[in-house]
């Protein structure tokens, strides 16, 4: 299995435009694809899809999480027959918004352009020269919907539909190798407009308390994480570091599967550019890490305020999804994993200890009197 199976599955999701609780269609593309690979899936009560894969139930819960939505516009009401009040969801600077820029009226993919401003944040009018029967409910920027270029993948959403491919990818993965696993995937809606979906799942009892929680996530490229050098294991958000345990754990997985596989790329890093997932899972009281992969155009937002397709690598992508398939296997293993640098400090305890009584038995040093003696007794280490 290589990264073909990834990006077969990003083409169909992204192939679906959503914005903030306007995920239906790229929701049920989801299920025809659980459908067809035959993995378990159901609806909480507020919409969002839980998958699983529990060969093993013995196994304490490996839950990867992502989400549907990315930023648009919702109709708010209709001003004329070809003309509709709409407010913006999501985070995208005001500079941005310029009038008889393109957009996608949804469902149905009408052609439309962004009008004048109404005077309120983010509230616009929306003009299309097509007359409608029946109101439109949603907007989309007009960008490519998805592509692959010189192993990038180019598209309007990669965030987070490059996350849920991953998840989706991830649990296939492990189904055909017959893994004996014990794993959720949380597919959750509106996350750009306050992590709606995340939420509730994090407050209700759908999920067992001792689950180790993984937010999947594409990230503004920031220093020192870097494009094209793999899968991010993410240390922590713009408002939340997340848990030293877990974050350990995937850092055990993937030097061990990099020794196995020696092109496997991953890296470390504080992604700052946002928050994500992680943070609302970790507040609830989830056991919470973080992966990501970088992005480009953040939210579209691409270089002398242009509206553009974002762009993920897809070698970093696939990183992602052999880290977490790998890091489902060894779920069985986390306490040991874990619990090597613990031990490596009772090994290194344990030498001060020799080194401390060996030391003792010889005569201590004078005790320095005002700063000329202080130099005569250097440090010994910083």
């Keep these: 299995m290589n990264s073909q199976l990834l990006s077969e599955i990003a083409s169909r999701l992204m192939r679906c435009p959503a914005a903030p609780h306007h995920e239906d269609m790229v929701r049920a593309e989801v299920e025809k694809i659980c459908t067809e690979y035959r993995l378990n899936f159901a609806r909480d009560a507020y919409g969002n899809l839980l998958v699983r894969l529990q060969t093993n139930r013995a196994v304490r819960p490996f839950v990867l999480a992502a989400h549907l939505d990315h930023p648009g516009f919702e ?48 509230e616009f009018e929306i003009h299309s020269e097509k007359f409608f029967e029946t109101a439109p409910q949603y907007a989309v920027w007009e960008l490519e919907d998805f592509a692959v270029r010189k192993q990038h993948i180019h598209g309007r959403a990669c965030d987070d539909l490059v996350g849920v491919a991953s998840i989706l990818a991830t649990l296939i993965n492990l189904k055909k190798s017959r893994a004996r696993v014990n794993v959720i995937g949380v597919i959750s809606l509106a996350e750009e407009i306050g992590f709606h979906g995340a939420l509730v799942v994090a407050n209700s009892k759908v999920l067992p308390k001792n689950s180790l929680v993984v937010s999947l996530e594409t990230s503004r490229e920031l220093p020192p994480a870097k494009m ?66 970088a992005l480009g155009n953040y939210h579209n937002c691409g270089v002398k305020t242009k509206i553009a397709p974002e762009f993920v690598s897809l070698h970093d992508a696939w990183s992602m999804v052999e880290l977490l398939s790998s890091a489902a296997r060894q779920m069985p293993n986390y306490p040991q994993l874990v619990g090597r640098l613990r031990k490596r400090l009772n090994n290194l305890l344990h030498e001060a200890r020799q080194r401390v009584v060996r030391r003792s038995r010889k005569q201590p040093p004078k005790r320095p009197r005002g700063i000329a003696e202080v130099e005569k007794y250097p440090p010994t280490s910083s």
Excluded at 91 to 96: I, K, L, T
Excluded at 247 to 259: D, I, N, P, W
């Design 75 to 122: 109709i708010i009401r209709p001003l004329s027959e070809n003309k509709w009040h709409a407010r913006f969801l999501g985070g995208v600077g005001d500079e941005y918004f310029k009038r008889g820029i393109p957009l996608r009226l949804m469902p149905g993919g009408f052609p439309a352009k962004l009008g004048r401003k109404l005077g309120k944040e983010k």
């Design 228 to 293: 094209g050098k793999g899968v991010i294991i993410r240390v922590g958000d713009r408002t939340s570091l997340f848990d030293s345990a877990a974050t350990r754990f995937l850092m055990e997985v993937a030097g061990e599967f990099k020794q196995k596989q020696a092109d496997f790329q991953f890296q470390r890093a504080l992604m700052y550019g946002g928050t994500c997932e992680a943070t609302a899972y970790q507040e609830y009281g989830f056991q919470t890490t973080a992966v990501c992969v």
